[in-house]
């Protein structure tokens, strides 16, 4: 039986979490663009280091009347609970969370805090103001490391059982849990969304590849960890947040989606295509930015491949990607290039203070 609706579900005011973060930005953008999203949208956001609301000026200049930013942080559950009784959202986006492998290495505490803590907040929250209604519904949105890692062979797919390996990817299968319970326990209607790495503008430079777009605009060496042969699947930010809508739209309630793009690159292989398609515009040889590539220490616990296989969302919900990988990350460096006063205001933050105690000066090494 197909799980997809009869009639496209109606969003009215929308709750997006972390709106001011890499994808959440990218899907307030959009959403707000649609011609069949006549709704508003809250982005309720803590502006931790990973969060800009810069990101989001052109849209509050084009979209005023129906966009509106609330601070606060989803740990406190007064705060969640007041953004419900005082502006009725019909339905939530769930972005908000700590992102970063890395940091969930070196700080996992903040990961348990936001990732499962604030997710059971927002649940709680959203229990309490909208009862039994069922036309709400909570989109919780999730990633592809919460099934583990791949050998050579074989794709995740929705009903890869859960084998999450890093506090990070840990926190995020223990927030899925507790959508998926409130859904069996409570009836609070939900749908879940498990992606494959992003890629695109305003994503903060600590992910593989603005780091590595970063340090070749500043001539610096390119961290590449172990041997570069750990394999990801890279979605441009745009196809995902329109996957969201898509199944935010589309799905019956109580189902999960996965998406991704079938774009497999191993680190390396990554890394040598953004370095030939740098050169050039760089006024450098493809080899010129070869070389400056730096075998580091590996990270601990590297999960060793990641690979969508996305098939079900595009058979019966309709969605697939448009972007190209080559293509993505041309548009993806011509932007940090470009906008190089975002880049320097988000990095002036936390971050910087961040990076120095764990890794000095120069960034990891
Ligand atoms: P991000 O780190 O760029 O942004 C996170 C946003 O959440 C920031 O704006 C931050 O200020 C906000 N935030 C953090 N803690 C908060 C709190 N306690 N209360 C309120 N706001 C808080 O993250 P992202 O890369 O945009 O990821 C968004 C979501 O997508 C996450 O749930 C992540 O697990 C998921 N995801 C990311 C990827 C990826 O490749 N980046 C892939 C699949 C899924
Ligand atoms: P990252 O962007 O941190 O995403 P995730 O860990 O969620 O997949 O890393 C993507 C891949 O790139 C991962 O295999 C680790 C590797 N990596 C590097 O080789 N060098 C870097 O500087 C970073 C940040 C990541």
């Known amino acids: 039986m197909s799980a997809a609706l009869d009639k496209p579900r109606k969003l009215g005011t929308l709750l997006v979490t972390g709106g001011a973060g890499f994808i959440g930005s990218h899907f307030i953008r959009r959403v707000l663009d649609r011609t069949e999203f006549t709704g508003s949208v809250i982005n309720f956001d803590a502006l931790t280091y990973a969060g800009n609301p810069e990101s989001l000026a052109d849209v509050v200049e084009k979209h005023r009347s129906r966009y509106r930013f609330v601070k606060g942080d989803l740990v406190d559950r007064e705060a969640v609970r007041r953004v419900f009784q005082e502006l009725k959202p019909d339905a939530v986006v769930h972005f908000a969370a700590e992102s970063h492998v890395d940091r969930s290495i070196h700080g996992p505490e903040a990961f348990v805090k936001t990732n499962i803590l604030g997710t059971f907040n927002l649940l709680e929250s959203a229990r309490e103001a909208w009862k039994d209604r069922s036309d709400v519904l909570f989109h919780h949105v999730s990633t592809d490391e919460v099934f583990g890692s791949l050998g050579a062979e074989g794709f995740f797919t929705e009903s890869t059982p859960y084998d999450p390996r890093s506090p990070y990817s840990a926190s995020k299968a223990a927030a899925d849990h507790l959508v998926r319970a409130a859904w069996h326990t409570f009836h609070l209607p939900y749908t879940l969304t498990n992606c494959s790495n992003n890629y695109g503008s305003h994503c903060f430079p ?66 040598h295509a953004l370095c030939d398609l740098a050169g050039p515009r760089l006024g450098k040889t493809a080899a010129d930015m070869r070389a400056l590539i730096t075998f580091v220490k590996d990270r601990p616990g590297h999960d060793h491949r990641y690979a969508i296989d996305a098939s079900r969302v595009k058979r019966e919900l309709g969605w697939s990607p448009r972007w190209n990988l080559e293509k993505g990350l041309e548009a993806t460096f011509d932007w940090y290039r470009a906008n190089r006063t975002w880049v320097e205001r988000v990095k002036s933050g936390a971050y910087r203070d961040w990076m120095k105690q764990n890794y000095g000066e120069r960034g990891p090494s």
């Not at 041997?227 to 441009?236: A, D, L, S, T, Y």
């Open 206 to 271: 600590e992910k593989m590849i603005p780091v590595m777009v970063e340090n070749m605009l500043a001539g610096k060496p390119l961290p590449v960890y172990g041997e570069g042969k750990n394999v990801r699947e890279w979605i441009h930010v745009e196809d995902h947040v329109d996957g969201i809508f898509t199944v935010m739209t589309r799905s019956k309630p109580g189902e999960t989606w996965l998406l991704g793009s079938g774009e497999e690159r191993c680190n390396l292989d990554l890394v």
